[in-house]
């Protein structure tokens, strides 16, 4: 069965620093792998998707994850954090089948400090 | 269009009304999804429609009822709900067909539902 695991429920950054959100995931197949983005009290937004083509995947506003498969991590990154970027992040992994379901992580709520 | 939207944006119901929620896409997507989504907690799939055929339940309860007349709409009924049944409910859209891009889920906004 796929899983995704989450490190840090709560991550705090200062504004200007460096995001760095974990993710590991299971799967006994080359994953499909998600990052969305919940801003409070709205639904979720792609920030990005690992489709097995290159291993570090550009997302919108800045946002950037590299997939190590010795790791089986997918990490999400953004040099400089923005007060905007305030959110809760979900990791995501999908399998191949039609209507293919979704297995999200716990989530990650990121503070920005100014 | 890459937009999908949910009415009513918030219900609030006794444990005793029927009531419907509603989802709609015009992105050509031929698979739509049900999800409910506690405070803090990720998105629990309740409900997949594949080419407006119920795919997937996850052993929702019956109170819950979902429905697809066609592709580009998704209902959620409601009949008979628990207070513990408040949640945020979000619908979503995919391709439908096997691949990364069909597993890209587009999300509405969700319904902020109260049960009292």
């Known amino acids: 069965a796929q899983s995704v695991t989450q490190l840090g429920s709560h991550v705090s950054v200062s504004e200007g620093a460096l995001v760095l959100l974990r993710c590991n995931y299971s799967s006994s197949v080359p994953p499909y792998l998600f990052w969305y983005v919940q801003y409070p009290n709205q639904g979720l937004q792609l920030l990005l998707k690992y489709t097995s083509a290159a291993t570090l995947v550009k997302g919108i506003n800045g946002f950037e994850a590299e997939f190590k498969k010795s790791e089986t991590s997918f990490h999400l990154t953004k040099p400089s954090a923005h007060m905007s970027d305030a959110a809760e992040y979900f990791c995501?992994?999908?399998?191949?089948?039609?209507?293919?379901?979704?297995?999200f992580g716990q989530g990650t709520e990121l503070s920005v400090k100014p | 269009d890459t937009e999908v939207t949910q009415t009513p944006k918030h219900l609030v119901m006794g444990m005793t009304n029927k009531k419907s929620l509603k989802c709609e896409q015009h992105m050509g997507h031929r698979a739509m999804y049900w999800y409910k989504q506690k405070a803090k907690k990720p998105p629990e799939l309740m409900f997949v429609?594949?080419?407006?055929?119920?795919?997937i339940n996850e052993s929702v309860p019956s109170r819950f009822s979902p429905e697809c007349p066609n592709s580009s709409l998704l209902n959620l009924h409601l009949h008979a709900l628990q207070p513990e049944d408040s949640a945020l409910y979000l619908c979503a859209s995919s391709q439908g067909r096997a691949g990364a891009r069909a597993n890209e889920q587009f999300f509405g906004p969700g319904t902020r539902l109260t049960v009292l």
């Open positions: 995501a992994v999908s399998d191949n089948n039609q209507g293919g379901k979704l297995i």
């Open positions: 429609y594949s080419y407006e055929k119920l795919s």
